[in-house]
């Protein structure tokens, strides 16, 4: 994403609403854990169904970075898929840095299924010692 003439309430609400992210997936992970009896399967499922909504809205929104909406799901979509998304970030601004957003958008979609069978198997673990 081109973070070129940010506006100070766009970037205060962006940071605003990765803290919350920060804040509540812990919360919700713990509350799956030992308040629920969701599958883990569905949790993965779940994950990278928000993700890619977050880079869809990113990639449909490339001529306009500076808005709202593509500012808080780049935010978000980029805390959710760490650490590759800045992995993607760094190599995107070494090989190509005018490459745009639509094709970041879809390597982070990809790596957000790897993020999401990794999930999966450390929520099958994480279950099997709990109970």
């Known amino acids: 994403m081109q973070l070129a003439l940010l506006h100070g309430e766009q970037v205060l609400i962006g940071l605003l609403l990765a803290a919350v992210v920060v804040v509540c997936v812990p ?22 169904v928000i993700v890619a909504v977050l880079w869809g809205i990113v990639a449909m929104n490339p001529n306009n970075p ?5 500012l808080t799901a780049f935010s978000i979509g980029f805390i959710l898929t760490l650490p590759w998304s800045a ?10 840095p005018g490459l745009g957003d639509r094709p970041f958008a879809l390597v982070s979609v990809l790596f957000a299924a790897v993020n999401a069978v990794i999930l999966y198997f450390i929520a099958v673990k994480v279950r099997r010692l709990i109970k």
């Open 87 to 96: 992995v993607t970030s760094f190599i995107v601004a070494v090989l190509s």
């Open 27 to 48: 919360v919700l992970l713990y509350l799956w854990l030992w308040h629920s009896t969701v599958s883990a399967s569905k949790l993965a499922v779940a994950y990278f």
């Open 66 to 70: 500076t808005s709202m909406v593509s």
